[in-house]
């Protein structure tokens, strides 16, 4: 089974979702119906699945983010906001030193105010690759934008077992070479339809990093979300970021300014 990656990467897709919103979106009333998928389905079908119970018309969440390096550990409280396919808003709310850093996505752009200097800078190019707050999750991890996904291609390769549960198997290549990751292998929970492992590697063959997503929980409207994800730098020693999801509430009324430019700096 080949096809070329019309949606989203899945795991990427399921972060940018939590974290920034991506896809299609439901009424703000109406639950994901349950998708029935073959002993054989193709990549369409599978990705298909993940969005039915992923995707929505606007949410918020609160995460706490912990970045476990070499010589120290640091911890971050964030609130995000999402509503509808391009907009979405992240403010930090602990650490101290942090508390007030805000990001914005619009479409495809992504801005960061940082309340130290009292500045906007808009996060392109190479710093779509930098860590997020020195973490192993980068800018280009969360935004997971159509025009990344269509530079793979995909196929199921098999089944395994993950944690004891039965799993699709996907393999995903680029077929563009700007991508910082020209392959990736994900595994589908077949139950759930949620990625729930993925690995990343380099034109080489080494691997550059592993995510594992855990904790599933039920969500109102039927959704089921991992609550926990673990991403671990295998290039670097020693470091890996684990993110927590907590409260999470869906079809919720935001404020228009949430989705614009003055939001940044609003004190």
Do not use: C
């Amino acid at each position: 089974m080949f096809a070329t990656l019309k949606t989203h990467a899945a795991v990427g897709a399921l972060v940018a979702a939590l974290l920034l919103p991506v896809g299609p979106t439901f009424a703000e009333d109406e639950a994901p119906a349950k998708v029935e998928l073959g002993d054989n389905p193709t990549v369409e079908q599978i990705l298909a699945a993940i969005d039915q119970n992923m995707v929505f018309e606007s949410r918020t969440a609160t995460v706490k983010m912990v970045v476990e390096g070499k010589r120290r550990t640091r911890s971050f409280e964030m609130v995000t906001y999402g509503r509808g396919v391009d907009d979405s808003a992240m403010e930090y709310v602990a650490p101290a030193r942090e508390k007030g850093t805000k990001m914005l996505k619009l479409g495809d752009d992504l801005w960061m105010y940082m309340p130290s200097i009292d500045k906007t800078q808009k996060i392109s190019g190479h710093m779509l690759r930098q860590g997020m707050m020195g973490s192993d999750l980068s800018y280009e991890d969360m935004m997971a934008s159509d025009e990344l996904a269509n530079m793979y291609q995909a196929s199921v390769v098999g089944t395994e077992d993950v944690d004891g549960r039965p799993a699709w198997k996907l393999e995903l290549n680029a077929t563009d070479d700007s991508v910082a990751y020209p392959k990736r292998v994900q595994w589908i929970d077949k139950e759930t339809y949620i990625p729930v492992k993925q690995e990343l590697f380099a034109l080489s063959g080494m691997k550059l990093k592993s995510w594992t997503m855990t904790d599933i929980k039920e969500f109102e409207g039927g959704r089921k979300f991992p609550t926990r994800m673990e991403i671990v730098d295998e290039v670097k020693a020693d470091s890996r970021t684990i993110l927590e999801f907590g409260e999470m509430t869906f079809g919720v009324e935001l404020e228009d300014e949430v989705f614009s430019q003055r939001w940044l700096e609003r004190k």
